[in-house]
């Protein structure tokens, strides 16, 4: 499948990381999705019943890690994938979990995982 619909800079807010002093605060994530999916249908009848909904999606993913509060972004990232494949339309998530300033000298901390549903 050739098709992808992608959530490009999706920037949450959450309780991430596993030092005392992170488990009380939120920092942000800065995630991008890529979902295989079949766009044909929605792409001929420009029916956004027939695609995600990538606005509720975003909010899915933001609810989502707000309450896992994980402590690593490779939890995190695994997180997203699955809530995507909850919409049995798609095939494969692929996910980027990026969180800056983590630590002193380094630009950031990226997972990134893929999973698919079968």
Do not use: F, H, W
């Not at 800065?30 to 009848?45: F, G, K, Q």
């Amino acid at each position: 499948m050739a098709d992808v619909l992608e959530l490009e800079d999706l920037a949450v807010d959450c309780v991430i990381g596993d030092l005392p002093e992170e488990r009380v605060r939120e920092q942000r994530l800065t995630l991008n999705v890529a979902l295989e999916i079949d766009l044909a249908r929605a792409a001929a009848s420009d029916d956004l019943a027939d695609t995600v909904d990538y606005a509720a999606l975003a909010a899915k993913i933001r609810d989502g890690l707000r309450a896992a509060k994980c402590r690593l972004v490779e939890r995190a990232a695994d997180l997203v994938c699955r809530l995507c494949l909850e919409d049995a339309r798609v095939k494969r998530a692929s996910v980027s979990v990026r969180k800056s300033g983590c630590v002193p000298g380094l630009g950031a901390a990226v997972a990134r995982l893929s999973r698919s549903s079968r």
